[in-house]
């Protein structure tokens, strides 16, 4: 029953724009924390960016910060990540993810894939 659904990926010059997406269904999207993650072939997962629904403050992995903004709707149970001036290192499968501690909730997209030319 609950489920989050990325979209957006695909492939980009280096330099450009893409716009991520990540909809929630089957529980309650303003009792989690969102974030977004990605992972490349052969390295660790790593935290990118998060949004506390709650109370609507951002926060950004320092790789990103400057170039990539996080936002929601609430009225689509979606948040977005707006990726702009897009490096080859931001090449990576990217994954949704809804968290909270109390009680505990762990929910993950399917991931959607990014790949940025030089």
């Known amino acids: 029953d609950v489920q989050l659904v990325e979209s957006g990926g695909g492939l980009v010059q280096a330099g450009g724009s893409l716009r991520l997406s990540c909809t929630a269904s089957g529980f309650t999207f303003e009792d989690y924390a969102i974030g977004w993650f990605r992972q490349a072939p052969g390295k660790e997962r790593e935290w990118v960016s998060a949004f506390s629904v709650s109370d609507g403050t951002t926060y950004y992995a320092d790789s990103v910060k400057g170039r990539f903004t996080i936002s929601r709707d609430n009225a689509k149970n979606t948040v977005y990540l707006q990726m702009n001036s897009l490096k080859p290192e931001d090449t990576a499968v990217y994954y949704c993810?809804?968290?909270?501690?109390?009680?505990?909730?762990?929910?993950w997209g399917q991931g959607t894939q990014v790949t940025v030319s030089s």
């Open positions: 993810n809804a968290h909270r501690a109390f009680p505990m909730g762990d929910y």
